[in-house]
């Protein structure tokens, strides 16, 4: 079975400074891996997808996640962080079955300190 | 597109009372999923559809809750009675399978206080 999870239920960063949101993945076949952002008093956005092409993709807001298959990790970064990242994200995985489902890890919220 | 549409998107009710979720997925989707969220329990698919159709409604808590889809417009998520513990944002997604897979799109949520 699938899963996915994030290092960290609390992340606290300095504006300006390197964001780094852990996940680790398990999956009995090739993954599909996601990343969505949660704004406060919002439904999940996706902010960036890696489907087996490049294994560095990018995403929305200068995020980037790297796919290493040895690691079993998708982390995600950003170089410098600012005030408006303040959120909660989620890594997940496909269920690569047939259907679209896919299982979401229990979040990471990320403070940004000025 | 508008997104995904969900009313209410406050609902404060009084237990044993009758709750009743709304959601109109984008159109040409063909896959929909009913989400609740708790400090406690993090993100829960509580049930999805496919072309309308149930497919897994293992995350249903329990009888109380019910979830109807009946056409590919709309879907309903109905909790009778409700209580205390129901309590929660209720979000719901939809997918289209093949125009980009596993993408799922998320409404604003519905915010449900059980008193």
């Known amino acids: 079975a699938q899963s996915v999870t994030q290092l960290g239920s609390h992340v606290s960063v300095s504006e300006g400074a390197l964001v780094l949101l852990r996940c680790n993945y398990s999956?009995?076949?090739?993954?599909?891996l996601f990343w969505y952002v949660q704004y406060p008093n919002q439904g999940l956005q996706l902010l960036l997808k890696?489907?087996?092409?490049?294994?560095l993709v990018k995403g929305i807001n200068g995020f980037e996640a790297e796919f290493k298959k040895s690691e079993t990790s998708f982390h995600l970064t950003k170089p410098s962080a600012h005030m408006s990242d303040a959120a909660e994200y989620f890594c997940?995985?496909?269920?690569?079955?047939?259907?679209?489902?896919?299982?979401f890890g229990k979040g990471t919220r990320l403070h940004i300190l000025p | 597109d508008a997104g995904v549409i969900q009313s209410p998107r406050h609902e404060v009710t009084e237990m044993g009372q009758e709750v009743t979720l709304r959601c109109k997925p984008i159109?040409?989707?063909?896959?929909l999923f009913w989400y609740r969220q708790t400090m406690m329990r993090g993100l829960e698919l509580l049930i999805y559809?496919?072309?309308?159709?149930?497919?897994?409604d293992s995350g249903m808590p329990e009888d109380r809750f019910s979830a109807k889809m009946p056409n590919a417009s709309f879907s309903t998520l109905k909790i009778q009675p409700s209580e205390p513990r129901d309590s929660a944002v209720y979000f719901c997604?939809?997918?289209?399978?093949?125009?980009?897979?596993?993408?799922?799109?998320f409404g604003p949520g519905t915010r449900l206080t059980v008193t």
């Open positions: 999956s009995s076949v090739p993954p599909y």
């Open positions: 559809f496919n072309n309308n159709v149930p497919i897994d």
């Open positions: 997604a939809s997918s289209s399978y093949f125009d980009s897979p596993y993408e799922q799109y």
């Open positions: 997940a995985v496909s269920d690569r079955n047939r259907d679209d489902k896919i299982i």
């Open positions: 159109s040409g989707h063909d896959y």
């Open positions: 890696y489907t087996s092409a490049a294994t």
